[in-house]
């Protein structure tokens, strides 16, 4: 993935062995793309990333729903 590994190349020097601080670093860089920086880099995966990406997507937001619960209740995770 030609994006991919130019995105790491360029930002290496940030990058720290803290998995917390490597998903902090890589929200804040990606949050500086524009939207077609995005669709470009989306282009450029493969069918099995592309699934994993939405997968990831998909996770994140069904247990943001189960904290959040919906109409007022506490929902099941808390």
């Given at each position: 993935?030609?994006?991919?590994?130019?995105?790491?190349?360029?930002?290496?020097?940030k990058?720290i062995?803290?998995?917390?601080?490597?998903?902090?670093?890589?929200?804040?860089?990606?949050?500086?793309?524009?939207?077609?920086?995005?669709?470009?880099?989306?282009?450029?995966?493969?069918?099995?990333?592309?699934h994993q990406?939405?997968?990831?997507?998909?996770?994140?937001?069904?247990?943001?729903?189960l904290?959040?619960?919906?109409?007022?209740?506490?929902?099941l995770?808390?």
């Open positions: 993935m030609k994006t991919f590994e130019s995105f790491v190349n360029k930002y290496h020097k990058w062995r803290d998995d917390e601080d490597i998903d902090a670093v890589a929200y804040s860089i990606v949050n500086s793309f524009t939207r077609e920086q995005c669709i470009d880099l989306i282009k450029e995966l493969s069918d099995e990333e592309l990406v939405v997968a990831e997507l998909v996770m994140e937001q069904v247990k943001e729903l904290i959040r619960g919906s109409d007022g209740d506490q929902g995770l808390h």
